[in-house]
């Protein structure tokens, strides 16, 4: 069971904000919200992670609601490089078994 | 630094016949991952080494899968008998072990099983 659940596709026009959302109601409290991509034949690439608070690093940002039952990830000036299929994964931190991928949204960033 | 590599890039193979995939964690790395992901479908996982502890083999899907890993680093999935359901994309990560956030992804090995 992925514990999440995304959209299955959005589009974005480039050079604006991409907004992933993802909700993941039955959370647990020590678990962390994981954000990963997949470019179409790559491997998949981390992004950001967190447990409560907002998260923002080179490649975008986190946000988490109060209740932590979702969140969202920000891409703030999305490029056509960013086309991918997003992954949203909650895993309690010091767990060293697998993350558990669900399908993801695939995310087209338009010309 | 090098990130995971995974060899071969692509193996076909005859159904019936065993193949082995081999991937280079990143140096350093205790932990180590292998998950499948058929075409247009999201990552399921295989099977998980955490340094010298017992590797964790929940999600092999039949005793025809196996893997080890040697000296701690190197790591080799073999599918005996392929059938043609096995065909999918293998795909290797490492991290730095338990408590790390980020596993690092090799490319995939894409088999396809004729």
């Known amino acids: 069971d992925a514990k999440t659940t995304q959209p299955p596709s959005m589009d974005c026009a480039e050079g604006r904000a991409a907004n992933l959302p993802c909700n993941h109601s039955?959370?647990?409290?020590?678990?962390?919200v994981y954000w990963y991509r997949q470019i179409h034949s790559q491997g998949p690439q981390y992004i950001i992670h967190g447990l409560k608070n907002n998260e923002t690093n080179e490649m975008a940002s986190l946000i988490i609601t109060e209740d932590r039952k979702s969140s969202t990830l920000i891409l703030p000036h999305a490029t056509l490089r960013d086309t991918a299929v997003y992954y949203c994964i909650v895993r309690a931190r010091g767990e060293g078994q697998n993350f558990v991928f669900g399908p993801g949204t695939r995310l087209s960033v338009l010309p | 630094g090098a990130g995971v590599s995974q060899s071969p890039s692509n193996k076909v193979t005859e159904k019936g016949k065993d193949v082995e995939l081999r991937c280079d964690p990143i140096s350093g790395h205790t932990a180590l991952y292998w998950y499948r992901q058929s075409l247009g479908q999201g990552l399921e996982f295989l099977i998980y080494?955490?340094?010298?502890?017992?590797?964790?083999k929940s999600g092999l899907p039949s005793d025809r899968f196996s893997a080890e890993r040697t000296g701690g680093s190197v790591s080799t999935l073999t599918i005996q008998r392929t059938q043609q359901e096995d065909s999918a994309v293998y795909l290797c990560?490492?991290?730095?072990?338990?408590?790390?956030?980020?596993?690092?992804f090799g490319p995939g090995t894409r088999l396809t099983v004729t």
């Open positions: 039955t959370i647990s409290g020590n678990e962390y």
């Open positions: 990560a490492s991290s730095l072990g338990q408590g790390a956030s980020e596993q690092y």
């Open positions: 080494f955490q340094g010298n502890s017992a590797p964790d």
